[in-house]
């Protein structure tokens, strides 16, 4: 697994998102990654659902996150995540072998855009899962879904706090399993409440 951490501080100031990302893009980390695991438990895709260790499997990948404060009150973060999580040795089913893990998107995309300052706090979180296996033979998969959550608050005193939050902003019926009971993810919710601090 590869990774790589992109950061920028208000101190840098930037007059476009082109000087922004040309910024980071020198200044940076990498850090190199790859696990092989043996014996790992894996659910079988019968009802009632059967669980078996696997000879061993192979994870890999890359992930890249970047991290961007500006304007004094602004934040960007993102991350993205790329892997390839393998079956390399299974003797009790040697089918298995060369197929994906179960439930490991190969790809995978976070982001979040923040704006606060002594009153307002507002911030925006994108989720883009890809397409998945809930099975051990690849056979029943979970397409791939993009969410959006949203939230607003407000200090009326040091202590007290009002706010509202949206989730799934973006209406997506997004499959969470399909065994041993199909499950679709939650539809769009709204909070609205207080929050105090003591």
Do not use: C
Not at 59 to 67: D, F, S, Y
Not at 115 to 139: I, P, S
Not at 142 to 169: G, H, K
Request: aromatic share 10%; hydrophobic share 40%; no cysteine.
């Amino acid at each position: 697994m590869l990774k790589l951490v992109l950061v920028a501080t208000e101190n840098e100031p930037h007059s476009s998102f082109l000087e922004l990302f040309d910024y980071l893009a020198h200044s940076s980390r990498v850090v190199m990654i790859r696990s092989r695991t043996k014996r790992r438990v894996m659910a079988k895709r019968y009802t009632p659902r059967q669980r078996q260790n696997l000879g061993a499997i192979r994870a890999r990948g890359i992930e890249l996150a970047a991290i961007a404060k500006f304007a004094r009150h602004w934040e960007v973060a993102g991350e993205y995540l790329l892997t390839d999580s393998t079956v390399l040795r299974f003797p009790a089913n040697q089918s298995l072998e060369g197929l994906l893990v179960p439930q490991v998107p190969r790809h995978q995309l976070n982001f979040q855009v923040t704006y606060a300052n002594a009153e307002w706090l507002v911030g925006a979180q994108g989720r883009f899962v890809g397409r998945q296996f809930d099975d051990d033979q690849n056979t029943l998969p979970l397409q791939r879904f993009f969410t959006l959550d949203a939230e607003v608050s407000r200090a009326v005193s040091e202590q007290v706090r009002i706010f509202a939050a949206f989730q799934n902003l973006t209406v997506s019926r997004y499959q969470i399993s399909s065994t041993p009971v199909f499950t679709i993810g939650p539809p769009v919710l709204f909070r609205l409440g207080i929050q105090y601090k003591t």
